[in-house]
């Protein structure tokens, strides 16, 4: 037997699928795709970018592609776990806890803005280490070994490929005069 129109399990069901539609279907896949077009409008405009303005390795194309690429892969990450349907409604609209999600949210880029007045002042790679360890802490990351070995292995990851590897100038501090770089 069929709802009649004006049955509350109806109209809960209509609610309910409007809700699915409208936090965990259409937004994120409209999110997705807009994130997809972003990264291929980067990667067509750096085309056309010389070498004359940098002067050097890897050239100025490299940042903006590198940038372009992550952000087709978290594109198609979106939407591929989205079509998986493993973005449950609750999973995205409450916590775990069935709390809000904004406040985690809120502290890291609280966090990031505070990094960044914290730059040139520590240096790269103490600056690195307190956004990764407090950025771990935020994501509820409870073991104390590993955030330290994520506070350690990633700035010294991140020295190596931007400091060595792509030999762009970061900012000293602390560490890097004990290092001597």
Known sequence: MADAPGDPVSVARVTEYRRFLSSTF???VLIGVGLAVFAIMILVDTGSYTAKFAGGDPGPQIYPRMIAVASLVASAFLIYGVFRKTLATREVTEG?????????LILEIAVV???TFLFPHLGFMLTLAVLVGLTALIMGMRTWWHILLLVVVAPLVAWLLFGLLFKLPLPTGPIETLMGI
């Open 26 to 28: 259409v937004v994120p």
């Open 113 to 115: 803005i505070g990094c």
């Open 96 to 104: 775990k806890d069935g709390g809000d999600l904004s406040w985690p």
